[in-house]
């Protein structure tokens, strides 16, 4: 089976073939003056979330990527799980081609703001993979999610703002922007049981800063080549209490039930 390399090494192969003026993000890393151009330490960080519930993407028959953008999540899934059947919808038009070919992707997009055009129980798995801070109904959208996850299916959740994040205080102190909703672990247990949903695994990610937001300040090569450097020992940041409680993101992997 893959391993961390292997995904890592597959990602940046299939976000270089994203051509130019499609992700204004995405071409912003690539002229980064930290001299980011591979996109290395964010397709790094996405693979190190996809791990967390690695196990859930194997077992799994029937995805739905929830606001899928470049769906590299989705990619990660078929590179583990062949005989998956992955849905993905996004707002946007339409999906890059690279990857959403890789992945056997079939897009659709949405125009509504909480409701999908899927049927009831239609999946045993869905991502949601830094979407749900950015829904406007954040409750009709999990009360729509459940509507289409199969009963003890799953809904994963990863890249959800930490109300305790010393860089979304940064960001907001010194860059005057970050994410609108941040959220706890008690808050997003409390909210997933609201929604029929019961958390099986739940924790924090990302402690050290990534150079994602904000790596156009920096003019500096050789800082943002240290800062990334300092993003390997991530992983054992991840696992320090109390350090960890102020981590970047958290997450949730959890099942439906019919019946509390």
């Known amino acids: 089976m893959p391993e961390r390399r292997e995904f890592k090494s597959k990602l940046m192969e299939l976000v270089a073939r ?3 003026n499609v ?32 196990s859930f993407a194997e077992s799994g ?30 707002i946007t038009p339409q999906m890059v081609e690279p990857t959403r070919a890789f992945a056997r992707m079939n897009y659709t997009q949405l125009t509504h703001a909480w409701k999908l055009p899927y049927e009831d129980d239609a999946f045993d798995r869905i991502i949601c993979s830094g979407v749900l801070e950015h829904a406007p109904m954040m409750n009709a959208s999990l009360s729509e999610l459940n509507r289409v996850t ?25 860059f005057k922007r970050g994410h609108r909703r941040r959220y706890s672990i008690r808050q997003l247990r409390r909210t997933l049981l609201e929604h029929g949903f019961e958390p099986v695994k739940m924790g924090y990610h990302q402690v050290l800063p ?11 090569p050789m800082l943002g080549r240290a800062i990334r450097w300092a993003f390997r020992a991530d992983p054992f940041a991840e696992r320090l209490w109390p350090l960890k409680l102020f981590s970047a993101n958290v997450y949730a992997v959890a099942r439906k039930r019919v019946y509390m």
């Open 61 to 90: 028959d029937r995805f739905l990527d929830w606001g899928c953008r470049h769906a590299l999540d989705s990619c990660m899934v078929r590179m583990v799980n062949e005989r998956a059947t992955i849905e993905g919808c996004d």
């Open 150 to 174: 199969r009963p003890d299916g799953y809904l994963i959740i990863t890249f959800l703002p930490n109300q305790r994040s010393y860089t979304e205080f940064a960001l907001r102190t010194l």
């Open 18 to 20: 994203i051509p130019p």
């Open 210 to 220: 990534s150079l994602i937001t904000g790596h156009t300040f920096i003019g500096i």
């Open 23 to 54: 992700d204004p993000v995405l071409d912003g890393f690539r002229h980064s003056k930290a001299g980011d151009s591979s996109y290395s330490t964010s397709l790094d960080r996405q693979v190190r979330a996809f791990l967390l519930y690695r």
